[in-house]
């Protein structure tokens, strides 16, 4: 069967289907459009456990300054420790803390800079510090009549 063009007939036969070439440009295609994907998904993935992490640290200087805050105020002094990272968090990673504390006597308080380091799952080491003042007027007791 012959159909009809502008320029002439053309045979049926070689209108129909796809080509070797068609096929193989459309596999490259979609080869590269899921290694595109993958290694997003990648990159997301890391960032997202390094931003875990991250909150991890937070929540591990928080958790410091606060006992700090409930401490006998002279016995708030500069110090350290290690912090393994929360069983069950899916981090490995193993946090050190370290806290400096300076007095101030007039008006008296004392600064804690509280500094959480460790190495993410790419062995950059990474880093959260926090700062507050913890005063040390104490409780004024207040009697009701």
């Known amino acids: 069967m012959q159909i009809p063009t502008r320029d002439g007939y053309f045979n049926r036969?070689?209108?129909?289907?796809?080509g070797l070439i068609e096929i193989l440009i459309t596999i490259v295609v979609i080869g590269v459009g899921l290694l595109t994907i993958a290694g997003l998904?990648?990159?997301?993935?890391?960032a997202s456990m390094v931003s875990k992490q991250r909150s991890e640290a937070v929540v591990i200087a928080e958790s410091m300054l606060e006992?700090?805050?409930?401490t006998v105020y002279?016995?708030?002094v500069s110090g350290n420790d290690s912090i393994a990272a929360v069983s069950g968090s899916g981090s490995s990673a193993t946090y050190q803390r370290n806290w400096?504390?300076?007095?101030?006597?007039n008006p008296t308080?004392?600064?804690v800079a509280m500094t959480i380091t460790w190495s993410d799952?790419?062995?950059a080491t990474q880093t959260v510090?926090?700062?507050t003042r913890i005063n040390g007027i104490g409780t004024i007791p207040i009697t009701i009549p």
């Open 100 to 105: 400096t504390v300076t007095s101030n006597v």
């Open 67 to 70: 006992q700090l805050r409930g």
């Open 13 to 18: 036969y070689k209108l129909a289907g796809f």
């Open 121 to 123: 799952s790419q062995g």
């Open 129 to 131: 510090s926090l700062v």
């Open 41 to 46: 998904y990648s990159r997301t993935m890391s």
């Open 109 to 111: 308080y004392k600064n």
């Open 74 to 76: 002279a016995n708030i």
